[in-house]
């Protein structure tokens, strides 16, 4: 299966119809019963998640009829979804607000994700802000770039290796079990500006524009990862899990980095994961 040109406008167009259609109007606009919890507190899907999937979901199915669909909401209530990404021929992967605490307590801070795997290798990620309209789009060997709601465009490029000390930095590491917990969050003082999002579509795209130096985290879900990993890539950044083995599809363990090039991510590996 072949992504071709035709076929990745159409992707980005579905990705900001429901921008447009589903997640602004409800921005700030959402009242008690449009927002539930997860599986905490912090973990929250709104109106807007469900009918931003549900638009995505339906245009995916009718225009590629026999591939897979994995939706973060889907996954809810269907846990076999990310199971079969690894084999599928072609499957889509989608978290419609990501961000979602961010969103549904009014912060600007949050994106829509589309990732493409074709036989289990990612081949185009896209990641939309729907405020502003910005919509990162990258491809496998085809490099990344920023288009803007005016239009115009750029290609995106990591920012440069630095010193630890030097380097602006998230590490996402609520997620992470004690002791390591303590230890990642205290290591982040040996640099020099630690930021946290809560947004894998905006943390995604500063690494991959150069606005901060590396990324982490602990949790691997496909829908928070795969289009940002492949936009990092192909921006010239080097991404891998803890192990140092490569990311792929279907996996959610394991935790990764993603840093300007290898020796700067073993010494972040070293020096803030402590491995």
């Known amino acids: 299966m072949t992504i071709t ?3 990745l406008d159409f992707l980005v167009e579905c990705v900001t119809q429901a921008g447009a259609e589903q997640i602004m109007p409800r921005f700030r ?10 599986t905490s507190t912090i973990d929250l899907v709104t109106e807007a998640d469900l009918l931003a999937e549900r638009q995505m979901t339906d245009a995916l199915r009718l225009h590629f009829p026999t591939s897979l669909v994995v939706g ?46 074709v036989k289990g290798e990612i081949v185009a990620g ?13 491809t496998r060997g085809g490099g990344a770039t920023m288009t803007r709601r005016d239009g115009s465009s750029k290609r995106l490029q990591v920012a440069p290796a630095v010193p630890l000390s030097e380097m602006v930095g998230i590490m996402s590491w609520g997620n992470m079990v004690e002791p390591r917990r303590t ?15 809560n947004c894998s579509a905006y943390e995604y795209w500063m690494v991959a524009s150069g606005r901060v130096h590396f990324i982490g985290h602990q949790k691997l879900m496909p829908w928070d990862h795969l289009a940002g990993v492949l936009c990092h890539q192909e921006a010239g950044g ?6 140092g083995s490569p990311y792929r599809p279907g996996e959610t363990t394991g935790g990764i980095i993603s840093a300007p090039d290898e020796d700067s991510w073993r010494m972040i590996r070293r020096e803030i994961i402590g491995l």
């Open 238 to 243: 080097y991404t891998a899990k803890f192990d």
């Open 126 to 138: 896209i990641i939309h802000d729907p405020i502003l309209g910005d919509t990162v789009v990258a």
């Open 29 to 38: 606009n959402l009242i008690a019963g449009d927002i539930s919890e997860k």
């Open 183 to 197: 230890q990642v969050a205290g290591n982040m003082a040996k640099i020099r500006l630690g930021l946290t999002l």
């Open 72 to 117: 973060e909401e889907a996954c809810e209530t269907d846990k076999t979804l990310v199971c079969q990404l690894a084999a599928a021929d072609l499957a889509f992967v989608l978290d419609p607000v990501d961000g979602t605490y961010n969103f549904a307590s009014g912060l600007p801070i949050f994106g829509t994700m589309m990732s493409v795997i």
């Open 5 to 7: 040109d035709k076929d």
